[in-house]
């Protein structure tokens, strides 16, 4: 039989305290990253500011533009932080950075739920000082991300008191209420909600159901208000979040061999460590992250049976066991994974696996607590197991090349700021810009969209997302505009040069630093004459 655990207050108070000191750990380690990263924002976050700029200028956006399935939410709370303290790299940067810090304290939460006290802190250490990934992708201004995990583990912890019969039933129903607004509102922000969702919904009808009564229709209501935007939008612009989820995501079954051979060779080992570009830790470092986190998964599946835990958190641990489980079966289910497979060999599907991260520092945690159970060589081989997880994430981190780290994963050579060109174009009096480069956001925030920009390749070319329509028809329509292009250090004439050159239109170039490259043609010209010379360089 498992000794009694100590449940008294004194005890449950300390390890509150302990998860919250966690959490202002994990605050201050990723507020170091954004300081030496020098508050570098990327292509699609400078979108989310932009946004945040229409808001307060009176827009009401439901969801990110060019994207009606990600839902504006981050939008509007940046744009209240704009609103207070302006609009600037670090306040774009507060969401996501407050919301990284309720990660951690649900990640305790949740490993205290589903096992004990002793695992929900180690489980918030571990969450803290996580892995470079998810230090840096779960702290990016992406619009979904960060809430994701956040929602998500709020989901996964209210859940746990819906099928608790241990619980008083007033405690359950209200704890059903406030879940279907969790997940009704994590529908509206990410289709991600899912992986939460499946999970969650199967433990509830398993153990939840018994004496809750009316709750269920509260429940039903609460989730129709928390995704009422998504509902609204959906009813006036003909289904737009539907047919664009249900649109055709590549050929899954045949893509299946190598979508599986992606997450086991490059997404399992980028979750725990950090993207090959940003230098940081070893090989065999990295194997023993995967051996300990993902020892920690299996762990979690054994823990539903065995292990010195109380019953009746039985199907909290299940539910855990069934998310870890139903994150990589969904993923590659989904036909998400086909992107993976892109030419260009960049991380373009990290970010919707990054939710394994809910479980994995419980894992780890619990694993520990398991193996320190007993005699003191166990103690100690525990105490090495967290000491090993934790100061390898932490130098991981210390060792990251952040101006790689915090760029965009599709445009990987944006440059470490953008002042030189500014100022070269407030000079010159230039206030339209077309590029190639995934710069156009940055450049339109940084300035306040003195400086409209926009990707003539990525839009028209590659005929990508228009995030703002009204943008690229005003530059247009402008009399002077220059064209900038990112180059290498070392480079001479580029094919963005000679295409101007067999077009024979005459032009001023400068360089404005080694690795911008700025072209102002003498007429105004229609940026499809030197279409050839436009695209993604590197």
Known sequence: MPRRLDVSPRHNTLAVGLVALCAVLGLMVRLALYIRAGWRYDYDEGMVGLQAL?????????????????????????ALFFAIFGA??????????LLSGLYVMTTGWLGWR?????????????????PSY???????????????????????????????????????????????????????ISWLIVFYTLPVVLAVLCWGRARLGRAWGWATLAFAVGSSPLGGYNLTHDFATFRYLLADQGDTLANLSAV????TYDLAPRLVSNDPRWPGLSWPAIWWLQIIYEGGLIGLGAGVWFGPWRRSQRPTRAMLALFALSVPLIYVLSGYGNRALNEFGFDATGRYVLMIH????IGAAALAVWLGRGRLWRRWLAAALLTSVAGLNLLGSSRLDLVKGFASPYYTRQPATLEPLIAFLDRENIRHVWTDVGIAHVLMFA?????????????????GLVRFPD???????????????????DQGETCFEQAFQREGIAYRRERVTPDLLVIIPQTPIDPALVADGLGYQF
């Open 54 to 78: 229409h808001i307060l200028r009176g827009e009401r956006p439901v969801f990110h533009p060019g994207q009606p399935y990600l839902g504006a939410l981050e939008s509007y709370l940046i």
């Open 88 to 97: 600037n790299a670090v306040t774009l940067k507060i969401v996501p950075w």
């Open 114 to 130: 589903a096992f004990d006290r002793r695992v929900g802190v180690l489980a918030a250490l571990l969450a803290a000082c996580a």
């Open 134 to 188: 998810l230090l840096i992708t779960g702290t990016k201004t992406w619009g979904a991300t960060a809430e994701t995990l956040a929602l998500g583990n709020l989901a996964l912890v209210t859940a746990s008191y819906v099928q608790d019969v241990a619980q008083p039933d007033n405690v359950r129903r209200r704890s059903l209420i406030a879940l279907g607004f969790l997940l009704g509102l994590g529908n509206w």
């Open 260 to 263: 599986l051979d992606h997450l």
């Open 358 to 361: 809910s479980a994995l520092p």
């Open 447 to 463: 300035t306040r969209e003195r400086v409209l920009a926009a990707d003539w390749y990525d839009i028209y070319g590659a005929r």
């Open 471 to 489: 943008v690229p028809l005003r530059i247009y329509a402008a009399s002077r505009v220059a064209f900038v292009e990112v180059v290498l250090p």
